[in-house]
């Protein structure tokens, strides 16, 4: 096991290589989707004045610990933060800007509802400074949106898709697949529809039943039916690959596809394990401070949170250390999601030799390659991801 100056010799550049964003939680909903296991809550009434000083506050706190970074990507993501306000969303991001110096080519994303009333909101945003909107469509018709207990209609999507290419530069909108009663005939089709309107991103993902959410307790129940057997979940995965690519949007990610060039920074940053600081409730952050690799996780209710930071205490849980065997772990979880992979430099020194041997035997089944200095994961190997990774940590 490498000693830990040799863990602190990686760590101190992650920033430098890999970025550094801020994310932004916005923890309200104007529903509970019964798939969603992201930290979002529904409130009949929000101060949102009270929540922008908030933020506002906990920028400048965190804008002092990272004084001297250059700030390559923005994210508001939720819940849904295209319920925010124009002016809250402006003031962040004039914080922001006092705070850290923003590359000249800064990302700066909101994730938004099509719905009638949030896209009323898209041009305040687009005067804020947000120059990407990421869509939640997920389904292009009116039953399977109901099913997944989405508020808008498939025209109020095309609406405020159309809306939204009039306003940003840049648009991703994301599917759920594999969902109830769904034939591959039907996914091919809904997906060449997406195709057809898809500017330069699209998130692709298959549906999956977690636990404590509604989708979750029917299925425990024996009433979530309809759902696609793993052969036909295998066979609508192949598909995606399949027809993003020859229609250019290759998979550059496990669930993200894009033309060349209009990946997302932000998320490329997560898994290149660059540093990103999160603010707002359940919001997690990864620092590399003075050799060090710190997470950061601040309290999940929005009341504690709101009123942690309020009254100057910190909004966080003790910040942790990670140790080379996490920081290994999650270097590894991250980068290996990505076509390109990781840089074997990242990692290498903080292996041992176990770790090294289970690398060897994977890429001896066919699982993963070594390439121009990067590790990847194989055709083969790509869709085994989990599987890959506990051979490689031996979990």
Same mark, same amino acid.
């Given at each position: 096991?490498?000693?830990?100056?040799?863990?602190?010799?990686?760590?101190?550049?992650?920033?430098?290589?890999?970025?550094?964003?801020?994310?932004?939680?916005?923890?309200?909903?104007?529903?509970?989707?019964?798939?969603?296991?992201?930290?979002?809550?529904?409130?009949?009434?929000?101060?949102?004045?009270?929540?922008?000083?908030?933020?506002?506050?906990?920028?400048?706190?965190?804008?002092?610990?990272?004084?001297?970074?250059?700030?390559?990507?923005?994210?508001?993501?939720?819940?849904?933060?295209?319920?925010?306000?124009?002016?809250?969303?402006?003031?962040?991001?004039?914080?922001?800007?006092?705070?850290?110096?923003?590359?000249?080519?800064?990302?700066?994303?909101?994730?938004?509802?099509?719905?009638?009333?949030?896209?009323?909101?898209?041009?305040?945003?687009?005067?804020?400074?947000?120059?990407?909107?990421?869509?939640?469509?997920?389904? *292009?018709?009116? /039953? $399977? +949106?109901?099913?997944?207990?989405?508020?808008?209609?498939? @025209?109020?999507?095309? &609406? #405020?898709?159309?809306?939204?290419?009039?306003?940003?530069?840049?648009?991703?909108?994301?599917?759920?697949?594999?969902?109830?009663?769904?034939?591959?005939?039907?996914?091919?089709?809904?997906?060449?529809?997406?195709?057809?309107?898809?500017?330069?991103?699209?998130?692709?993902?298959?549906?999956?039943?977690?636990?404590?959410?509604?989708?979750?307790?029917?299925?425990?129940?024996?009433?979530?039916?309809? *759902?696609?057997? /793993? $052969? +036909?979940?295998?066979?609508?995965?192949?598909?995606?690959? @399949?027809?993003?690519? &020859? #229609?250019?949007?290759?998979?550059?990610?496990?669930?993200?596809?894009?033309?060349?060039?209009?990946?997302?920074?932000?998320?490329?940053?997560?898994?290149?394990?660059?540093?990103?600081?999160?603010?707002?409730?359940?919001?997690?952050?990864?620092?590399?401070?003075?050799?060090?690799?710190?997470?950061?996780?601040?309290?999940?209710?929005?009341?504690?949170?709101?009123?942690?930071?309020?009254?100057?205490?910190?909004?966080?849980?003790?910040?942790?250390?990670?140790?080379?065997?996490?920081?290994?772990?999650?270097?590894?979880?991250?980068?290996?999601?990505?076509?390109?992979?990781?840089?074997?430099?990242?990692?290498?020194?903080?292996?041992?030799?176990?770790?090294?041997?289970?690398?060897?035997?994977?890429?001896?089944?066919?699982?993963?390659?070594?390439?121009?200095?990067?590790?990847?994961?194989?055709?083969?190997?790509?869709?085994?991801?989990?599987?890959?990774?506990?051979?490689?940590?031996?979990?």
């Amino acid at each position: 096991m490498p000693s830990a100056n040799s863990s602190r010799v990686v760590l101190t550049e992650n920033w430098q290589e890999s970025g550094f964003g801020l994310y932004i939680h916005w923890p309200f909903c104007a529903a509970k989707c019964p798939y969603c296991d992201f930290n979002s809550h529904v409130s009949a009434r929000i101060d949102q004045d009270r929540w922008k000083q908030a933020y506002i506050r906990e920028i400048a706190r965190l804008g002092e610990i990272t004084e001297g970074r250059i700030l390559s990507t923005v994210f508001f993501g939720g819940g849904t933060p295209s319920l925010m306000n124009g002016d809250v969303v402006k003031a962040i991001l004039d914080e922001v800007r006092r705070n850290w110096r923003l590359s000249n080519n800064a990302e700066i994303t909101l994730e938004a509802n099509p719905t009638s009333v949030d896209a009323g909101r898209f041009a305040a945003y687009r005067e804020a400074g947000v120059n990407r909107l990421s869509i939640g469509i997920q389904a *292009l018709n009116n /039953e $399977d +949106l109901r099913l997944l207990g989405r508020l808008h209609s498939v @025209e109020e999507a095309r &609406a #405020a898709f159309q809306t939204a290419r009039d306003i940003f530069p840049r648009i991703s909108f994301d599917l759920i697949y594999a969902r109830q009663n769904q034939t591959l005939a039907d996914w091919k089709t809904e997906l060449l529809t997406a195709l057809d309107q898809a500017v330069d991103h699209l998130s692709l993902y298959q549906l999956t039943v977690e636990e404590g959410t509604a989708f979750g307790d029917r299925y425990d129940a024996g009433k979530l039916r309809g *759902l696609p057997d /793993e $052969d +036909l979940a295998t066979e609508m995965y192949e598909a995606t690959q @399949e027809i993003t690519e &020859a #229609a250019g949007f290759p998979a550059y990610e496990v669930s993200n596809h894009a033309r060349d060039g209009e990946e997302s920074s932000h998320n490329l940053i997560y898994w290149r394990y660059g540093d990103y600081v999160g603010i707002g409730p359940g919001a997690h952050g990864r620092l590399s401070l003075d050799g060090d690799r710190l997470a950061t996780e601040a309290y999940r209710a929005p009341g504690k949170w709101l009123a942690a930071v309020e009254s100057g205490s910190t909004s966080e849980h003790p910040i942790q250390k990670l140790s080379t065997e996490d920081v290994l772990s999650e270097t590894l979880l991250m980068g290996l999601r990505l076509r390109e992979g990781l840089p074997v430099h990242r990692f290498v020194s903080l292996a041992d030799d176990r770790i090294h041997q289970n690398i060897a035997e994977t890429k001896e089944l066919g699982m993963l390659t070594e390439e121009n200095g990067n590790l990847a994961l194989t055709e083969k190997g790509r869709p085994l991801l989990n599987a890959v990774l506990r051979k490689i940590l031996d979990t």
